[in-house]
């Protein structure tokens, strides 16, 4: 953590807070100037502005032109590469109404990209009397809170108001003033001369900054599986000993932010170097700089077929066939066109599953089944899809129910998962004894009851099918004396000890129980891709997509999180980790 002191500035122009880098040696700096009223303090437009850009060593005009200020009276030159260490001087000059000449100017070095803002001020065109406020001011060498005001006005001022920014004000002619905290004060005097009625205004910003400290720090997160792609968030971690509230986010793309935790989206895939400087009121910042890696997305497509025919109308879901306590997550659904067709658009470098669902006010749509990629109504049987490129033609044919009589038999029940809460939604199958052949199929409601209707007698197997969670089958035997079953739990439990479709890879985490911050760490050589972790409920609570690996280690922040215990997925190059760790206060 660094302490900070005169390395940069702050001024203050029309009402807002602008940032200033400290010289250095070398790089690209652009001017940015704000023409504005002394006794209004609004900005003027049409104003020409003189700027002259020159090196000392050797002595060497760079660039010379008018500027003329704009609808807020701002004046911006063109950026400037200046060559490593040499000197510069720059030069603006204004005419104000008085047709007095205002000059500005100062000698620098460069470093980096900075920018330098200045603060021209001009009289107001319609000033009765003939004075003109000033003053200087000194901070006390022992106590730099301490700030000794001079009073330089012209002309005959009768009357002296100051204020000094933080609320107070003083009619002494040469006030001393003691401020309490770190910061940028703009202080303004107003004279006045009761003779001439001159009145004017002049101010300027105090800076003081002894003692403050900032370290600048943030993290980016891509958002996966965002429906806005190259989606990434972007979180402020600075640390400070004063409360930072000015923040300049720069994308790497020519874009800008200024709150404290931005989400962007970027246009291409890609590295970037994203930047933030974060600071306070006063001359006080800090800046890091990040790469941000977008990867590549792609486009998947293909068309739904009942029977021979592309169907008419339904919906299509894009499902991420990873282990989860609630099963697997579905990342979008969309509707079908008339012609059967789907699109899903720039999605991430990843492994999918693809559910169709026909539309069952559809009569075309009555017999056919909600079905996977792969052309199968059960998630364990499904294709899945490796998008790594545009995928077209992946086309899904609904498995049709093969049927049965008519009958007086009926049976009905809940979906539960893990023998506890209902699950609402569940696909549920009515199947022959071996499982082969769906013989009628229906859908539980919000409560996770459902039911079967006019059904011949004999033996069935019924099951509940939802994509990721492990089914438990129930035999229901139907006779001329035994018409109707009623209590039918149907069970969905979390996969454990099932082996997925990749290798499990063994992953630990550090410290268990942890507070703040987790580390996970992969055998040599394997590389993390995602980062899940899930609630006891079973609901995703955190999510990280891992671009750059050092050492095979993972850093999550967790101290945001509840107390209790988590699960966490790890999807690697080589396969997926499972653990669960403990989180504390």
Not at 127 to 141: E, L, R, S, V
Not at 234 to 243: K, L, R, Y
Not at 407 to 416: K, M, S
Request: hydrophobic share 40%; aromatic share 10%.
């Amino acid at each position: 953590m660094k302490t900070l002191y005169k390395n940069t500035l702050w001024v203050i122009a029309m009402g807002f807070l602008l940032l200033i880098p400290g010289a250095g040696r070398g790089g690209v700096i652009q001017f940015v100037g704000v023409v504005y009223d002394m006794v209004t303090f609004s900005g003027v437009s049409g104003k020409n502005v003189w700027f002259e850009l020159k090196s000392i060593t050797p002595a060497q005009q760079i660039h010379q032109q008018t500027l003329v200020s704009g609808p807020t009276g701002e004046v911006i030159t063109q950026p400037f590469n200046l060559t490593d260490s040499l000197w510069y001087i720059y030069t603006f000059k204004l005419t104000d109404c008085k047709n007095d000449t205002l000059v500005v100017y100062d000698s620098l070095r460069v470093n980096g990209h900075d920018t330098l803002f200045l603060y021209l001020g001009i009289c107001h065109s319609v000033m009765p009397g003939n004075c003109t406020a000033g003053f200087t001011f000194q901070p006390d060498t022992a106590n730099p809170f301490i700030i000794s005001f001079t009073n330089t006005s012209t002309g005959n001022p009768t009357g002296f108001f100051w204020s000094f920014g933080d609320g107070t004000t003083s009619v002494v002619q040469n006030p001393v003033k003691q401020y309490v905290a770190p910061g940028a004060y703009l202080v303004c005097l107003t004279i006045t001369d009761s003779v001439t009625a001159c009145l004017h205004t002049a101010c300027q910003v105090i800076s003081i900054t002894q003692g403050v400290t900032i370290q600048a720090a943030f993290s980016a997160q891509l958002d996966s599986f965002a429906l806005t792609p190259r989606m990434v968030h972007f979180t402020d971690e600075s640390a400070a000993n004063i409360p930072l509230n000015h923040y300049l986010w720069g994308f790497g793309d020519g874009q800008q932010a200024q709150i404290a935790n931005p989400s962007h989206q970027y246009q291409q895939s890609g590295s970037y170097l994203a930047c933030l400087m974060v600071g306070f009121a006063g001359g006080l910042h800090d800046s890091l700089c990040k790469t941000v890696v977008v990867p590549e997305y792609y486009n998947l497509w293909g068309q739904i077929f009942a029977g021979p025919m592309p169907a008419d109308s339904g919906r299509v879901q894009l499902i991420n066939p990873v282990h989860t306590p609630a099963g697997f997550a579905v990342l979008d659904e969309i509707s079908l066109t008339g012609i059967g067709l789907y699109f899903f658009a720039q999605r991430i470098d990843h492994t999918y599953l693809l559910r169709s669902f026909p539309d069952y006010s559809n009569p075309q749509s009555a017999d056919y089944v909600p079905s996977y990629s792969g052309n199968t109504v059960f998630w364990k049987e499904a294709a899945q899809i490796v998008l790594n490129s545009d995928t077209g033609n992946l086309d899904i044919k609904l498995v049709e129910k093969i049927g049965t009589k008519t009958g007086l038999c009926a049976v009905g029940g809940t979906v539960r998962l893990n023998a506890g809460i209902p699950y609402p939604g569940a696909l549920v199958l009515l199947l022959d004894p071996a499982g082969n052949s769906v013989l009628h199929f229906t859908f539980a409601d919000s409560a996770g009851n459902w039911s079967l209707q006019q059904l011949p007698y004999g033996t069935y197997k019924l099951v509940a099918e939802v994509p990721g969670l492990e089914a438990v089958p129930a035999l229901v035997d139907f006779t001329p004396t035994v018409t109707s079953v009623s209590n039918v739990t149907l069970l969905l439990n979390t996969l454990t000890g099932i082996t997925d479709p990749e290798t499990a890879i063994s992953v630990t985490c550090r410290p268990n129980p942890a507070s703040t911050t987790l580390h996970l760490t992969m055998p040599s050589g394997i590389s993390p891709r995602e980062v899940f972790i899930y609630n006891a409920a079973g609901l995703q609570v955190r999510s990280k997509r891992v671009e750059d690996v050092k050492n095979d280690d993972v850093t999550i922040d967790v101290s945001g999180l509840s107390t209790g215990v988590y699960s966490i997925m790890v999807n690697t190059n080589a396969g997926t980790g499972r653990l669960r760790f403990v989180k504390i206060d």
